[in-house]
């Protein structure tokens, strides 16, 4: 079952916020939204995660809709270097050793 | 943030042979493990769960005696990939958790190419 449905490309301008959205309608109040990226032939890096709170750190800003059913990752001022696929994942707080369940993602272009 | 190191980054081997693939976790001790296979433009597909000190846990369709997994400490994992072939050949990708928070953190992955 596919958890969240991202869209599957988008474009940014260099220097310009990157808004990527996810929608999770059938998120459980256990789970926490967490958002990875993987730039060409690389593992994934992990970006950030919430709950119910909009969370921010050095990377990114994330967004959570009050009813927690979507969210946005924010990519405050893109450069080239955030070029890459970003992926949207729901996982349970409670199992710690649950596994991550990858989508398609939303391959994202910085434009110069 | 946490540093999961795999290697080797990239390999060719010979169809029939196989390929040990590390994971090590280099600053934290992680009782669970996962790997993953990436084919070109898709998305990375779960194919175990590797548990210190236990069997692995194989995702349907994964077959456990050709992709062994041993996880003989906190912080190695490794993947063997028996008798390759050439549809074997993927990006394989490592992952490790935190044994607190949820954070769960990834190796550079591995090229593997049969011939």
């Known amino acids: 079952d596919a958890k969240t449905t991202q869209p599957p490309s988008m474009d940014c301008a260099e220097g310009r916020a990157a808004n990527l959205p996810c929608n999770h309608s059938t998120i459980s109040g256990n789970e926490y939204v967490y958002w990875y990226r993987q730039i060409h032939s690389q593992g994934p890096q992990y970006i950030i995660h919430?709950?119910?709170n909009n969370e921010t750190n050095e990377m990114a800003s994330l967004i959570i809709t009050e009813d927690r059913k979507s969210s946005t990752l924010i990519l405050p001022h893109a450069t080239l270097r955030d070029t890459a696929v970003y992926y949207c994942?729901?996982?349970?707080?409670?199992?710690?050793?649950?596994?991550?369940?990858f989508g398609t993602g939303t391959r994202l272009t910085i434009i110069p | 943030g946490a540093v999961v190191s795999q290697h080797p980054s990239r390999v060719i081997c010979k169809s029939g042979t196989s390929v040990k693939i590390e994971c090590r976790s280099l600053d934290f001790q992680a009782t669970t493990m996962f790997w993953y296979r990436q084919f070109p433009k898709q998305s990375l597909m779960l194919m175990a769960t590797s548990n210190e000190g236990s069997k692995a846990t194989y995702e349907q369709g994964v077959e456990k005696d050709k992709f062994l997994i041993n996880h003989a400490s906190l912080t190695l994992s490794t993947l063997t990939v028996t008798s390759a072939h050439p549809e074997d050949s993927s990006f394989y990708i490592c992952?490790?958790?935190?044994?607190?928070?949820?954070?769960?953190?990834f190796g550079q992955g591995t090229r593997l190419t049969v011939v």
């Open positions: 919430g709950l119910k």
């Open positions: 994942i729901v996982r349970d707080a409670f199992f710690g050793n649950e596994k991550l369940t």
């Open positions: 992952s490790a958790r935190l044994l607190q928070g949820g954070k769960a953190f």
